[in-house]
């Protein structure tokens, strides 16, 4: 099923519609959840937020999401399956900067500033201890700093490929939809008619 022009449109400006109300209302939460119990007179602010880490990284997950939706929308309403112009190449490339900053720029931030100042993740805690007769009689332990250097390196090698495998996709995507079917042959060669 392929859609009009008019309801890509109409389907891509309500995504952004949606998607900047989403990530709007999700910020003002982060915003409320990280923002301190008192102000400096004494008086409470946001006293139907709770305070909590775990408010906070959800509402930033939501807003993201909500971010998404809205880069989605536009590329669905002025980008995706139209003749290619300046115009619209230049939108595209603009949403495609703007998502791998956000992949490899905010999302590894956030991850390093959860870690780091609200778990605490520092040289001097050990995640683990390896056993000495593992490693002959020696002291071998892993920080929680290096396991969250191998979190943020992990995902940067993961989303790199990623990127790398949607790209591809998106480039085939045109040679993939005009191919030609191939024809049904029988078990000794010849093509199959399809009576209809």
Not at 6 to 13: I, T
Not at 146 to 153: E, P, T
């Amino acid at each position: 099923m392929t859609l009009s022009d008019r309801a890509k449109l109409a389907g891509g400006l309500t995504a952004i519609a949606v998607g900047i109300v989403v990530a709007l209302g999700a910020a003002f939460v982060v915003h409320a959840a990280e923002a301190p119990r008192f102000n400096e007179f004494g008086q409470e602010i946001f006293p139907a937020i709770p305070r909590a880490w775990q408010l906070v990284t959800l509402a930033q997950i939501v807003s993201l999401g909500g971010v998404f939706l809205a880069m989605g929308g536009l590329a669905l309403a002025y980008v995706y399956d139209k003749p290619l112009t300046w115009a619209r190449a230049a939108v595209g490339a603009a949403l495609f900067v703007a998502t791998t900053l956000i992949l490899f720029g905010i999302v590894p931030n956030q991850f390093l500033t959860l870690a780091q100042a609200t778990w605490e993740w520092t040289p001097t805690k050990t995640f683990v201890t390896i056993p000495r007769w593992l490693v002959l009689n020696n002291d071998l332990s892993i920080s929680y700093a290096a396991l969250k250097d191998m979190i943020s390196g992990t995902y940067a090698v993961v989303a790199l490929v990623a990127v790398g495998v949607a790209m591809v996709k998106w480039q085939n995507r045109q040679k993939e939809a005009t191919a030609p079917k191939p024809t049904p042959v029988s078990e000794y060669g010849r093509p199959l008619k399809v009576e209809g």
